[in-house]
T-cell receptor
Framework: EAGVTQSPTHLIKTRGQQATLRCSPI?????VYWYQQALGLGLQFLLW???????NRGNFPPRFSGRQFPNYSSELNVNALELEDSALYLC?????????????FGEGSWLTVV | GEDVEQSLFLSVREGDSSVINCTYT??????LYWYKQEPGAGLQLLTY?????DMKQDQRLTVLLNKKDKHLSLRIADTQTGDSAIYFC??????????FGKGTMLLVSP
């Protein structure tokens, strides 16, 4: 069974542009989470989607946004890119958002802003 | 202060046991996790423990939880060079958001 898959693996953008990252959850999982892992800042929670709705949001500006599609896949959009947005963006999925014990991560998408 | 704290670095010799420690501040944490991250890769869920448990063993991994002191540890028996990675402790209150520590880099030398 496929795990959480993310694309692209690597993305290079210039400052001011927009980036779109994609995530496919494990089959049957309805919740998708996005985390940012920036150098020196650790893993920071970005967004949580469940059943197509945004359920929770981390302490990030509105230019970080996303959505979840009817097939539970998800997209993370980052507008007006800044140099400090360079990071590894990790997507995770969960079968039951309240169980807490089934959160699995993908391999991540590396975003470099130049 | 930080919600979840870990020591930054641990070095052991192959065959020894490794113990990675973590402290957390939120007494309402319901689930506590250990994830492993190898260079350039995503996070691999190693194990988790519910807050009403004291210990959980899974093959070479033993998790100990001291809820009174809010202290969590991960013991890896017979550590191998393939165990070299960054280990993250994380806590959750059951409604999905994980709070991670900064990670402990484990270096296993032959």
């Amino acid at each position: 069974e496929a795990g959480v898959t993310q694309s692209p693996t690597h993305l290079i953008k210039t400052r001011g542009q927009q980036a779109t990252l994609r995530c496919s959850p494990i089959s049957g999982h309805t919740s998708v989470y996005w985390y940012q892992q920036a150098l020196g800042l650790g893993l920071q929670f970005l967004l949580w989607y469940d059943e197509g709705e945004e359920r929770n949001r981390g302490n990030f500006p509105p230019r970080f946004s996303g959505r979840q599609f009817p097939n539970y896949s998800s997209e993370l959009n980052v507008n007006a890119l800044e140099l400090e947005d360079s990071a590894l963006y990790l997507c995770a999925s969960s079968l039951d958002p309240l169980s807490g014990n089934t959160i699995y991560f993908g391999e991540g998408s590396w975003l470099t802003v130049v | 202060g930080e919600d979840v704290e870990q020591s930054l670095f641990l070095s052991v010799r192959e065959g020894d046991s490794s113990v990675i420690n973590c402290t957390y501040t939120d007494s309402s944490s319901t689930y506590l996790y250990w994830y492993k991250q190898e260079p350039g890769a995503g996070l691999q869920l190693l194990t988790y423990i519910f807050s009403n448990m004291d210990m959980k063993q899974d093959q070479r991994l033993t998790v100990l939880l001291n809820k009174k002191d809010k202290h969590l540890s991960l013991r890896i028996a017979d550590t191998q060079t393939g165990d070299s990675a960054i280990y993250f402790c994380a806590e959750s209150k059951g409604y999905s958001t994980l709070t991670f520590g900064k990670g402990t880099m484990l270096l296993v030398s032959p």
